[in-house]
């Protein structure tokens, strides 16, 4: 029995959530959602279960049997779990992602994906006006992929994709219909919103690091958002700070998708800033 498996047992009165990944022991996820859970003074626990990509199917199995609430899904599962699913979401199927499991009164398991709601709430509740902006997205993994098929919804005029892999960026882009294109790094002066997703950058110990862009293709009219939240202020944000962009941390991108399986969950809209305290108050508590 592992980590995850045993802390379940230990609250089998409670409604059950988690999130699945490997590692997971850096998630915020828990002070987010049990902050919401006490909030509403909903008899639940979410924890973290650090499961293998060979435990997925039992562990999944296993959370069925309790009290379940639902589970957040991350790296390295958000495409095997697809098949574990009864239904999905249209936008779940096109991205063949699933990042929240949602739980029915049938007994069937329900596969969702909140990641690309992160990512345009984000940028809404920074006062980011998307109607005819042209966006480019760097990287073309499932988070690179979900903020393309979010905004694809909105009305922004373009969504460029730059990543190493050209093959990868052609997939991304199919998600934005009309919309897309493979962008290079050369044309990132010309965009109005810079959204990066890579892991480039992510330090758990320390701020600053290596920028996934050249200091030199940013510019002061961009919104720069990065996906990356430890740390808060990555090299990138400290550059495009630089320059005077408007700069939004991945903290607003990770609280706005757990805002929306809030509501997948428990059909509550809790108050983002509030989510968003409890996040910080868990980096203070681990001395970041």
Known sequence: MNRGESALSLHHSARVACVLGQPVAHSLSPAIHNDCFEHIALNARYFSCDVSPKNLESMVHSLQSQNFLGASVTMPHKEAVLALCDTVSPRARALASVNTLVPQDDGTLHGDSTDGAGCVD???????????????????????????????????????VVNRSEERAIQAIQLAGGKGYVAQTSQIP??????????????????????????????????????????????????????????????????????????LWTGTNPDPLRMRFAAERELARRGR
């Open 122 to 160: 984000a940028l809404i509740h920074h006062g980011v006006l998307l109607q005819g902006k042209s966006i480019i997205v760097v990287g073309a993994g499932a988070t690179a992929r979900a903020c393309v098929e979010a905004l694809a919804q909105t009305e922004v005029s373009r969504i460029g």
């Open 190 to 263: 010309d965009a109005d919103v810079i959204i990066h997703t890579t892991p480039v950058g992510l330090k758990q110990d320390a701020p600053g690091g290596e920028s996934p862009l050249p200091i030199s293709v940013l510019r002061s009219h961009h919104v720069v958002l990065d996906a990356v939240y430890q740390p808060l202020e990555t090299q990138l944000l400290c550059d495009a700070r630089s320059v005077g962009a408007q700069v939004i941390d991945g903290l607003w991108m990770l609280v706005y998708q757990a805002k929306a399986q809030q509501l």
